[in-house]
Every structure is written in C-alpha cells, then in structure tokens.
C-alpha cells in the first residue's frame, strides 16, 4: 500500500460544476495535510494546508479532513478552464527517519467548456 | 517562487559525467529539500537539510550527494550521472519543521543521454 493515494484520473468536470478530489493516507498519527495544484510544466504551489478534522474554506476551495478515516479532500466550487492541472496531496508521514512529507502521484483534473 | 531559485533550468549531459544542480534561496528558511518527478511515482524526496551543513537522506538518494555550505545555497550532486536519473528536479523550502509548507522551486529538466 503506497502511503499517500490518489486517483490518477483524469477527472473530467463542466465548468461551473464542483471537482471533488480525494486522498488516503497510511499513518494514523499524521497531523499535517497539504494540497497543492501543479500545471504542465510547472512546480507545484501550495493550494489548502489543514490540521484538525473538518472543512477548511478558502475562495472556492475547501479541503475536508476525517482522521478517523484517514481521508482528505479537496472541493473545487464553480470549477473553471484555469482550474485544469494536476492536484497533488501531501501528507507526514512517520518514516524510520522520522516525519517526512510524503506526495500522492496526483489527479489530474480537466475542466470542460 | 517564494524567493527560490533553480540553476541550470535545463540541462543535458552524457552518463558518467558529473552533474551539480544548484538551489538559491533568499528567504533564509532553515529546511531545504531536493526532489525528483518522474512520471508515474510523483514527488520522492532524494535529500533534504536542516541546516547548514545539516543533511539527511530521503527515500531514493542512492547515486545522489548534496552540501550547504550557506543557508541560501543547496547543491544537489550527480557523482556518475547515469539515464536512470533523467528526470525534472524540484528544490524546496520550509521555515520550520519537516511538515510545515514547503515552497518549490522552478525545476530543473535534466536529460543524461
């Protein structure tokens, strides 16, 4: 089991319409989650940090975490064209050298006209 | 970018040669880190620092050696670069902890014919 998943996609979605992205992750004592959107070509920039449990809302965005389930998402209201890119998840995540942040492989979202 | 910088941007060299990629900061954050992307496995963490002089492995440093000898430069080595380790490079920042946000760099695109 990889530590940090997500689907690959891609993630189609009419524009205006709410993109849904999700995450699992493998450690339970993970504290520290992050969000960040990667164009082609591009580095990765930081979209949603959250910590406790919940929804976090910024704009049009909201990151929702369960400890419990150890899942993470993102929601991307009223999704437009500029919104197609690679979203990819972060996670710490206890290593034998200790806490590291760990990426999932990304989904790629596509925004339709 | 946060205040980082990546040289060279691009690079092509021929296996066995070595290769010296450098990352340039001037936010005077104490972590810094150098990532591979490659297609299919995302982000994987080769090295990082926690400070001057300061460094760890990550997940995939074999073949891979980095210094700092200032808090705004990380060097990341190619000792024998070989075609395995054609990838885009990403260097990275925190102010504090492993887990905190971490801000990436351009890229580096190296290609080792």
């Known amino acids: 089991q990889k530590e940090v998943e997500q689907n690959s996609g891609p993630l189609s979605v009419p524009e205006g319409a709410i993109a849904s992205l999700n995450c699992t992750y493998s450690?339970?004592?993970?504290?520290?989650f992050f969000w960040y959107r990667q164009y082609s070509g591009k580095s990765p920039e930081l979209i949603m940090s959250?910590?406790?449990?919940g929804d976090k809302e910024d704009g049009r965005f909201t990151a929702q975490l369960n400890k419990a389930s150890q899942y993470v998402s993102l929601l991307i209201r009223d999704s437009q064209p500029s919104d197609s890119a690679t979203y990819l998840c972060a996670a710490d995540i206890l290593t034998g050298g200790g806490n590291k942040l760990t990426f999932g492989t990304g989904t790629q979202l596509k925004v339709e006209l | 970018d946060a205040g980082i910088t990546q040289s060279p941007r691009h690079k092509v060299t021929e296996t066995g040669t070595p290769v010296t990629l450098r990352c340039h900061q001037t936010e005077n954050h104490r972590y810094m880190y150098w990532y591979r992307q490659d297609p299919g496995h995302g982000l994987r963490l080769i090295h990082y620092s926690y400070g001057v002089k300061d460094t760890d492995k990550g997940e995939v440093s074999d073949g891979y050696s980095v210094s700092r000898s200032k808090t705004e430069d990380f060097l990341l080595t190619l000792e024998s670069a070989t075609s395995s380790q054609t990838s885009v490079y990403f260097c990275?920042?925190?102010?504090?902890?492993?887990?905190?946000?971490?801000?990436f760099g351009p890229g580096t695109r190296l290609t080792v014919l």
């Open positions: 450690d339970r004592v993970s504290q520290s």
């Open positions: 959250i910590y406790s449990n």
């Open positions: 990275a920042i925190s102010a504090d902890r492993h887990t905190d946000t971490q801000y």
